[in-house]
Structures are given as C-alpha cells and as structure tokens.
C-alpha cells in the first residue's frame, strides 16, 4: 500500500521551513522508521517522522481535521464561512459539524437556486454566492444564540 501523500508533502514542507537538506531528511527518516525511503513508509511512519520534525521546530500553518489536512481557506469571506460553521459546530447546531456538513449543507440549500454547487466550499467565486452562504450562516447563529459581528 502505497504511503498517504499528503503526510509526504507535509515532510516535504517541514524540511523546507527547518532547512534540512535531502540527505539530512534521510538520515531522520531511517533514525526515526528504519526505513530511509518514504515510498517504503506506511502511514504509521510518516507520522512518526512528522512528529519527529515538530520536536526539531517545525510549525505546520494549519492543523488537520478528521480527513486529513487543510489549508486555510484562500479568501477571508471564504474563511468567514468556515468560522460561523466552526462556532455552530462548537455551539451543537449541526448534526454534521465538519467540512463534509458545510458541503453538504451548502449543497442542499443552495442548489436550485443556484443550479449548480461546487464540490467544495473553497471552489466558491461569485460574490452573490459567498454571500447567500454567510447570510444563512449568520442567520443559523442567531437563532443558536451565538452573537455574530455584522
């Protein structure tokens, strides 16, 4: 089975951001795993050197969610969104708190009106959009009792 490649971008990342030359990555990953091939890693070991490299200083710029990592969103109405979703989850307003529940209740409310929905919230572009989705949000908030900026 072949190793998760977003955990092989993430050592990739990390090695960047301490400055770790190739050879130096190798010789952690045959410290830490035994094996000096990430291709030869299972999931189990590309997370033990991930964890390997946080104790050496790296910081990743966004953690990950029960699927796997995320960046943040590219857009801060974007990033709005995801934070309103965020706080109902927190609140117990969604019977789907993460981001397949934003998905799919995009997906639901949205789709005749717009006549189509992308699969992901990211993928989002037109203004109109974006705002319908944040006026729904800001509108489930309210009616949760979670006080929203305007």
């Known amino acids: 089975m ?3 490649r977003h955990l092989q971008r993430i050592v990739h990342l990390a090695c960047r951001q301490l400055g770790i030359d190739s050879d130096t990555r190798r010789d952690l990953q045959l410290v830490v795993t035994g094996k ?7 999931e189990a070991d590309l997370k033990a050197l ?5 104790e050496r200083g790296f910081k990743p710029a966004f953690k990950p969610d029960a699927k796997g990592w995320h960046a943040p969103a590219p857009r801060a109405d974007l990033r709005m969104i995801h934070a ?3 706080q109902l989850g927190r609140a117990g307003a969604l ?3 993460g981001r397949a529940g934003l998905n799919a209740f995009i997906r639901t409310r949205f789709e005749k009106k ?15 959009e974006i705002s ?5 949000l800001k509108d489930m908030c309210r009616r949760a009792g979670i006080e929203v900026a305007r």
């Open 2 to 4: 072949p190793a998760p």
């Open 36 to 42: 000096a091939s990430m291709a030869e890693m299972d």
């Open 50 to 54: 991930v964890d390997a490299l946080r």
């Open 84 to 86: 309103l979703w965020g």
């Open 95 to 97: 019977r789907r708190p």
């Open 114 to 128: 717009w006549g189509h929905v992308p699969l992901d919230v990211d993928a989002l572009r037109e203004w109109s």
């Open 132 to 136: 319908d989705v944040l006026d729904a």
